[in-house]
C-alpha cells in the first residue's frame, strides 16, 4: 500500500520545538519532492515547506521562513520538518505529501499553547 505516515506531532508551549516525520511505505520517497501542509481549524490547508527529490533544494512559507527546517534521509525513507520558536499560530493538523500525487496521510496534530 502506498502511503505517508506522519507523527511527531504534539503539545509545546510557545518557543519550544518538534520534530516531525514523514515515513513512506510502498515507494521509494527518495524519488519524488514531498511538501508538508497544514490546516488549522476553519482554515484551508496551506503549503509549509517543500524538498526537491534531485538536489535538495527547500522552500519555506514565509511564516515559518528561519524557524522551520525541512531534510529528508532517503535511507530512512523519510522527510523531517524541525520546527523550532513555535508559535499558537502554527497550531494546525500537519500532514506530508508528494506534490501532484494523492498519498496523504492521516496528519499529525500541532498545538503550541500555555
Known amino acids: 500500500q502506498v502511503q505517508l505516515v506522519e507523527s511527531g506531532g504534539g503539545l509545546v508551549q510557545p518557543g519550544g520545538s518538534l520534530r516531525l516525520s514523514c515515513a513512506a511505505s510502498g515507494f521509494t520517497l527518495a524519488y519524488y519532492a514531498i511538501g508538508w501542509f497544514r490546516q488549522a481549524p476553519g482554515k484551508e490547508r496551506e503549503g509549509v515547506s517543500c524538498i526537491s527529490s534531485s538536489d535538495g533544494s527547500t522552500y519555506y512559507a514565509d511564516s515559518v521562513k528561519g524557524r522551520f527546517t525541512i531534510s529528508r534521509d532517503n535511507a530512512k525513507n523519510t522527510v523531517y520538518l524541525q520546527m523550532s520558536s513555535l508559535k499558537p499560530e502554527d497550531t494546525a493538523v500537519y500532514y506530508c505529501?508528494?506534490?501532484?500525487?494523492?498519498?496523504w496521510g492521516q496528519g499529525t496534530q500541532v498545538t503550541v499553547s500555555t
Open positions: 505529501n508528494a506534490p501532484g500525487h494523492d498519498f
